[in-house]
């Protein structure tokens, strides 16, 4: 195998582990914190891997005073997005099921591709045709039947996974958002640079937010098995994941990373079956299809648009 070929499998291989380690994260381990309060979750689960990078990453804030005021507004956009409310809207959304139907919240969070490319449109004037609405509408309506199967929604019955999968949505549009800030932020950072001041600004923006609400009563309510699972998303999906990424994403094509990407939800289905015997039903799988599908046809869209761009 020749070096190119080496490194597109070691970096695709990269980035699958660090997706079905989210998978892992959505499923199993963020679930078992459902006894703390949910803003002081998303504090600590970025806190403790900021923490650990500023051991061997301290030079980089060197970069800080380096950084125009234009960028440090995008990254503190992308922090309270992508960092802040974003995570606590999908942390949310995994608490109120109360361990069911996880798979479907995280799934809907991969609605992120629709938000991101509206968002780009928007904000940066990429253009949009007419085969993005196409796949658009074919992701949301298949996000619909993931949610609902062939049933109606019915509001009346207190359904938790109704208001869940408003979470989940919310999620992947400030996910979306932070996609699109991300890349007006990355232009002149070192990925390992941004990587470690959008956790540093999430920390403090969530600190903030701890604060307020009063949430640091968390550190007296976690219990040696909560610190456990804390310690472990920090060391794996936190840190150790992101880092595993970028290193896959530096690797392969961009095309090549978004197909990789998609082992987030496929995990999640896997480790929602395994781990609490959840399946999902026939319309629920063909809706999945679909909306993978049309996730990977909106991406080589806005890949061909943005080399036609170039």
Partial sequence: ?????KSLVFGSLAICISASLWGLDGILLTPQLYNLDIT?????IHAIPFLLMNLFLYKEYRYFRLMSRREIIYLSLVALTGGALGTLAIVKALFYVEFKDLSIVVLLQKLQPVFAIALAAILLGEKMNRRFFFWASVAIVAGYFLTFGLNLPDFHTGSKTIVAAGYSLIAAFCFGASTVLGKCMIKNLPFQTATFFRYGFTTVITMIL???SGSQAGFAA?????WLIIIIISLTVGSGAIFL???GLKKVPAMLATICELCFPLSAILFDYLFHGKALSLVQWISVGLMLMAIIRLSMQQR???QNAA
């Fill in 40 to 44: 002081f979750v998303v504090f600590i």
């Fill in 222 to 226: 976690a219990t040696p098995f909560n």
């Fill in 1 to 5: 195998m020749t070096k190119s070929g």
């Fill in 210 to 212: 701890m604060l307020i």
């Fill in 245 to 247: 990424y970028y290193y």
């Fill in 304 to 306: 061909a648009v943005q």
